[in-house]
């Protein structure tokens, strides 16, 4: 359900920037926001006992501060006032996605449990650009829960070899024994 309510949106978003010859520039201002979204403003913007003109404000002053397109603003108010600003972090993922596939790229989302070195950031690109047969974009996320290795997801694709997969999995075989 998530999936499919913020690739709309996504969708939406980059159709209307690409006949506007915006598209770069909208990547460029939705990635900065990424950056800005921390846990207490996705909470603050996903709460239903906050008043929405309390979360217009907000959108409205993040705009004014990063100075991004009306297009991203409008999107984003839909989104909050549809009670769906729990999916604006998988709606920007989805729109950096359209941008790097129409560019011919392959967009993986890396989870890993510390930063990775350029070596192997590189060597994982390759692996992938192998694989894929195509230019590779990263999108990085550091989440030390995972314990170690690594959390690889391309389009609807997972590649879980974390240690906390393997934990689990463990677990799971551990209690039907």
Known sequence: MKG???????KALFEVSK?????????????ELEKTL???IMEFLSLPTVVFEHKVDLIKDLQER???????????????????????????SYYT????????????EVKTARELNEFEEEALKERIKEWSGKEVF????????????IIIKIGDL??????????????ETFKGE
């Open 4 to 10: 499919s309510i913020a690739r709309k949106y996504a």
């Open 19 to 31: 006949e506007e010859n915006l598209s770069d520039e909208i990547l460029r201002e939705i990635n």
């Open 38 to 40: 921390d846990k207490e």
């Open 66 to 92: 990063l100075r991004f397109h009306p297009f991203i603003t409008n999107t984003l108010l839909l989104l909050v006032e549809k009670n769906k600003a729990r999916y604006i972090p998988v709606f920007i």
């Open 97 to 108: 996605q359209l941008y790097m596939e129409e560019k011919g790229y392959v967009v993986a």
């Open 138 to 149: 990263l999108k990085k996320e550091v989440d030390k829960e995972i314990i170690g290795g």
């Open 158 to 171: 997972l590649i879980d070899n974390s240690i906390l997969k393997k934990m689990r999995n463990f677990v």
